[in-house]
């Protein structure tokens, strides 16, 4: 009996410290109590939301820096960014240099709602986390998160002697490719249509329609939002109030009326200042009134890279 006891400490012992690589809710996914059920090829495909971040600019600001500070640094970024993730029923998949791949059920109110709410908090937690840097005289950290939903298979590949859980999909590459569009518009999080259609109460978040595109090896294309909730207030309420004047802009791109869309987003680059997806929007209708519009113009944007 003792025996049969302490091999049960063992096994709760090591499930318990496995739990730090493979989260719980994993294992759950997968119906299994313990990592040690785990087999190779045990997989389930589920319906679920992927949060893809990075801090931007990451190789300069830990250029220069000691192997220590580097690793104190990304742990302590890291040690801000999960709660919020936790709060709102994800859990985070993987680490990858400065990146974070987080997934959501929908454990909390639905597994699009939980996914932007993450990412709101995400963007809280760093607004606090920049206050302590900037007091330390250390420069603030900008992130951008994308944020995109849809069948996902999970389960554990590789080989005999090495194994790994992860998910795979066609959501979680373009998840991937969404969080790196944020640079191209200067957003702090972007989501797909994907996404946006499954929120339960979509007017409870502030977005903004900011392009319909196709990204690199898609066909079809995609319709990506900004989400302007968890953005300072100063810049919530310059995107909030230039907000009707950029989707009539859009609206006019769309139907090939370059001029009148370059006058809206003109308007809005006068009034809130700095907006750099209404910049983009005025160098591609300069661009189309020089060169002209392409025939059969459907305003969909070819996005070559990711």
């Not at 997968?30 to 997989?43: C, M, N, P, V, W």
């Not at 554990?156 to 998910?167: H, L, N, P, Q």
Request: charged share 25%; net charge neutral; hydrophobic share 45%.
């Amino acid at each position: 009996i003792r025996e049969r006891l302490a091999e049960a400490e063992k096994n709760a012992a090591l499930s318990m410290a496995f739990e730090r690589y493979v989260p719980q809710e994993f294992l759950s996914c997968l119906e299994k109590a313990s990592i040690l059920d785990i087999q190779r090829g045990d997989h389930v495909q589920r319906q679920m939301s992927v949060l893809f971040s990075d801090i931007r600019s990451f190789t300069t600001i830990v250029e220069g820096n000691s192997h220590d500070e580097n690793f104190s640094f990304i742990n302590r970024y890291f040690a801000q960014m999960e709660p919020a993730i936790r709060r709102a029923g994800g859990f985070v998949d993987s680490y990858e240099g400065d990146a974070v791949m987080a997934l959501f059920p929908g454990t909390k109110t639905g597994i699009a709602d939980d996914a932007v709410s993450a990412g709101i908090g995400m963007l809280q937690a760093l607004a606090e986390y920049n206050r302590e840097r900037v007091a330390a005289g250390r420069v603030p950290l900008s992130i951008g998160i994308g944020i995109n939903t849809g069948q996902l298979i999970l389960g554990t590949i590789g080989s005999s002697d090495r194994m790994k859980c992860g998910v795979i999909g066609d959501p979680v590459n373009l998840a991937a490719r969404v969080e790196g569009m944020t640079k191209l518009y200067g957003a702090a999080m972007l989501i797909t249509e994907y996404t946006y259609t499954l929120l339960r109460d979509p007017a409870a978040v502030e977005v903004r329609e900011v392009d319909r595109v196709k990204v690199k090896g898609k066909t079809a294309a995609v319709t990506v939002y900004e989400v302007l909730s968890g953005l300072p207030a100063p810049e919530l309420a310059s995107r909030l109030a230039t907000r009707a004047t950029f989707s009539a802009g859009l609206l006019q791109f769309r139907r090939g009326e370059m001029a009148a869309a370059l006058a809206s987003f003109e308007a809005v680059l006068a009034s809130a200042g700095r907006d750099v997806a209404a910049q983009l929007y005025v160098d591609r209708c300069r661009d189309f009134l020089r060169a002209g519009v392409p025939a059969g113009w459907d305003g969909v944007i070819n996005l070559g890279d990711k």
